[in-house]
């Protein structure tokens, strides 16, 4: 079946949409028509080569649609069903699954940009073409691994499920699921993109009493605002870590969340907690970058750093339960989506993740 898909052929050069081959879905797969797919850092981590998978490769990871065919074996998901997609596979058998830490899955050992045999589906004059995260969402239609399709409520529009896909779940996951906030503590959260917003939101849910938002650009501390936080600072004005020692008697918060990831941010949030705090890496940052962290300022005061991915979530479970928030009116991602493109205007919406204009742009599909 033909389908017209989003391709990066070569780091810093724009996306090309092509028209590809796609083989249907195999034992265990499914086809999915795309609804509703939104940019995130990550593609732009791949565009720009700060991530060097192998190329060619259709981007896109956080994305919803409508099932069109199953594969044999196939029994999490049919025909019809709305479904967001999960970025990393379940196997249901490993001991990361086994302790509700899928998101650390090891169950395959096939390349991260194909389907879980090792086999790929996309082809464009007899080459393969990858998808990124097994996904690769900036297309019309997807085959992938059933087990990476979340089924939804038929009642979430698609842009906002799309979101539920990467930003929601990595935002609001790093406090519900990560770091565990509990009612009435301090946060600290750097960077108010498509994730740091979610964590802001996340420390709202949570029940947060002091949530302060730093980010470089005023707009998006306008946003931050918007979605939950008490106090703002500008990270290129402010000093963020004397801020937040004022907002706490001088001690610092108890949690504070890197939503950008790099060597500046982590030794901020690790300034920025109190003693016996804990500071979160949430954003991915490039793969080579490294923070000197000072071990014997983290052995007298006792701080913690962890890292999480996709929020530490449970996508079976947690993705149902962010739709019921979203659509009981406790979870804000209306307001993320700051603007939509078509397939063929998907360089515009890098240009404007870029340049910080948007909280989230979505591409939309027909
Ligand atoms: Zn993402
Ligand atoms: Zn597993």
Redesign the pocket.
């Known amino acids: 079946m033909p389908v017209k898909a989003a391709v990066l052929w070569k780091a810093n050069t724009p996306l090309e949409i092509v028209d590809l081959t796609q083989q249907g879905p195999q034992a265990g797969e499914a086809r999915v028509v795309v609804k509703a797919a939104g940019i995130c850092h990550s593609d732009w981590h791949i565009m720009n080569g700060d991530w060097m998978p192998p190329l060619p490769m259709v981007l896109g990871h956080e994305a919803a649609g409508i099932v069109e065919e199953v594969g044999a074996g196939v029994v999490n998901v049919k025909p019809g069903d709305h479904v967001i997609f999960s970025f990393r596979p ?5 001991l ?2 086994s302790i509700g830490r ?1 998101i650390l ?3 395959y050992t096939s390349a991260r940009w194909g389907m879980l045999d090792g086999t790929y589906r996309l082809k464009k004059d007899g080459q393969d073409i990858y998808q990124m995260a097994r996904i690769g969402t900036f297309s019309e239609r997807v085959v992938c691994a059933a087990e990476m399709l979340v089924p939804i409520r038929p009642e979430m529009p698609w842009p906002q499920a799309a979101l539920v896909g990467c930003c929601v779940p990595t935002g609001v996951g790093a406090v519900t699921r990560c770091a565990q906030v509990e009612t009435g503590a301090s946060v600290l959260v750097v960077g108010c993109g498509g994730v740091g917003l979610n964590v802001v939101q996340g420390a709202r849910l949570a029940g947060a009493s002091i949530i302060a938002a730093a980010d470089l650009l005023d707009n998006k501390l306008v946003y931050a605002k918007e979605f939950g936080a008490t106090h703002t600072f500008s990270a290129s004005k402010d000093n963020v870590v004397d801020k937040v020692r004022e907002l706490t008697a001088g001690r610092g918060v108890d949690y504070a969340f890197d939503a950008i990831g790099g060597e500046a941010t982590t030794l901020q949030i690790l300034d920025a907690i109190r003693p016996g705090g804990t500071a979160v890496i949430v954003g991915m940052a490039a793969m080579n970058v490294r923070a000197p962290i000072a071990p014997y300022f983290m052995a007298l005061q006792e701080k913690a750093i962890k890292g999480t991915m996709y929020g530490s979530v449970r996508p079976n479970l947690d993705f149902p339960k962010l739709v019921d928030l979203y659509l009981d009116g406790r979870l804000k991602i209306d307001e993320l989506v700051s603007r939509t493109y078509t397939l063929d205007q998907i360089n515009e919406g890098f240009a404007a993740l870029r340049s910080g204009q948007v909280a989230r742009g979505v591409v939309v599909f027909n």
């Open positions: 379940h196997c249901g058998r490993c990361y699954c899928s899955c090891d169950g």
